[in-house]
């Protein structure tokens, strides 16, 4: 048997045996070289609750080429990119060691959810929220755990989730009366939360930003 | 009573001396790499023995000598690094390196 198929059906066997990490492993398809990892947020943070699916291809020359892992839920994190799910881990890249498994690299994965980097981050827009406003980013953090992952409603005071439709406002991550007052100029809702997205108007941003400054965006066709 | 031996096969076990126990269920008697027993041969190997050692590390970690060298001569210079502690790779003189332990017993039949 080829060494890489050893290697790997052994590493599966290992994670289905091993109930305590509640790391899980699936087939996706006929090949052993491309599964399913998912995993529980971390506790304490806003991704506690939610369940977290990664995708893993196996490269032809594991473990001397590091796995190639994406987010297949969509995670608001600094070093993850909200739109195509992309990591940006030092252990998938250059720091890689033929040591680490899929398992271990899994764990790295829901640690990185710990501890963002905003310095080496992977969404430029998603860690200046992060260094705008902490307590905003975990909002919209929590907001999209709740819509994406499985976890508990934010809104919802007793924690249980409860299905509502999505508000793209706090998908943005931001204030209602913000988009309500650029809306109320006569701007589309959607491009308003654009523009607002992208100019970071957060929390001590906002009063930097003047309000033809964003005007002026709006108007950008 | 007198015994006449008509026919004996030999059997050897041999394994190489890592400095303790052999224990199957210990991820530490596997090679890292490979997760292969230092006792088997590495994936690309058929068999185990003087063809396939084991190679150890000044900081203490043993791989099988082919499962280190692919990893080593795919590394630029500057990270020719242990896998398991990121230290330089400063392969051990060890003189127990070709001893290993062997044990013959004769079967009667
Ligand atoms: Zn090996
Ligand atoms: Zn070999
Ligand atoms: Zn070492």
Redesign the pocket.
Known sequence: MDARLRRVNKEIADCKNDKSSKIQLDLVDESPFHLKGSFPGPEGTPYEGGRFEVDIRIPDSYPFQPLKMKFITKVYHPNVSSASGAICLDILKDQWSPVLTLKSTLISLQSLLCSPEPDDPQDAEVAKHYMTSRSSFEETARYWTHIYAGGPDPKAKDGGSGGGSRDEVAMAGLEKAHVDQFEALGFERGKVIDVLRRLNYRGANVTKITEDRVVEELLKP | MKVTIKNWNAIAQWRWDIGKEFDETDDEDL?G??R?AYEGC?PRCKMPGDDCPVLWGECGHV??MH?IMQWIEQQPPNKQNCPMDRKPWITAERKTANTATQQTQAVQS
Request: glycine share 0%; net charge neutral.
């Open positions: 090679c790499i490979c292969v590495c791989y099988h499962c």
